[in-house]
């Protein structure tokens, strides 16, 4: 291969710095040394990189195209470089967390931040999960660590969960909705002739919703946002986390309604395999007071 690195990382920082001598003085190079790997890469390639005809040095279109795709190629090999002297050390080269949509994502970034600071190197992949998608991405061991999966945990040998707090629902209606000037507690028979939001197929849904009877008209959408939005718009009734609901309650835009059957709260958990944590999970685990504490801030916003 006649493209090395070290001549990529010499074009580009003659590139940055705009002459041979501070670009020299940056990677404590001779200038002349520079000279030469420049002049070999041309001499190899059959190309011009830089034109030398004024006082400082500009990239040809053929150079700008060694620099910009050798920026990629150096930014890779130095996160190639600094993984590999983790796996040395033990560390993982990655951590897949799942975060139930409830959470707020902005409660995790003083965490990230910290964590960072510490290990760099570490590739953190984070995903959304809702209903029992938390649980499943843990089981089927898509992520290492899920914060925020609802209810009881499947029985699983090897699980480990801790509860971080309950989620309380309520049930809401737009003001323009028929059932904002219903008497309270509205009946499940009077609930059946309106349609009713959820997230998720009814099959994922039995377990989740007591307020849901057999031959309800549904309307079932793909996220928490989505179906705030259908609850906004008097589209529909439901359910939406008494922490997400209270702003739009205390605004006038959602009314508040009492039923005959009322959802029970739902405990919230973190959990993770039992297997032996590596040092990235370790450091999460050796927080999850930290972690708890920012979860049960969330959900304390709406009481």
Known sequence: MKITLEALQVIEAIARCGTFGLAGEE?????????????????????TVFDRSGLRVRLTRTGALLVEEGRQLLRIA???????RRVETGWETELKIAVDAILPFDILTPMITAFHAENPYTRLLF???MLGGTWQALVSNH??????????????????????????SVFVVAPGHPLAEMAEPIECATLWQH??????????????????VEGQKQINVPTLQA????LLAGIA?????RCMAVRHIAGGQLVQKRLCEERP????????????????????LDRKETLIASVRESLALGS
Do not use: N
Request: aromatic share 6%; proline share 6%; with cysteine.
């Open 227 to 230: 179906k705030e939005a259908v």
């Open 78 to 84: 130095h996160e190639l470089e600094a993984r590999a």
């Open 237 to 241: 009734c439901g359910y939406l986390p």
């Open 143 to 168: 992520v290492d660590l899920v914060i925020g999966a609802v209810g009881d945990a499947p029985v699983v040998q090897g699980l480990f969960s801790v509860p971080v707090g309950d989620l309380e």
């Open 195 to 212: 349609q009713f939001a959820e997230i998720g197929a009814r099959h994922e849904l039995a377990a989740m919703s007591a307020a849901l």
């Open 265 to 284: 709260a739902r405990t919230l958990h973190l959990a993770w395999s039992g297997k032996e944590p590596g040092p990235a999970l370790s450091w999460w």
């Open 127 to 129: 995903s959304q999960e």
């Open 27 to 47: 990677l404590h190079k001779a200038p002349s040394s520079l000279s030469y790997v420049v002049q070999k890469l041309e001499s190899d390639l059959g190309v």
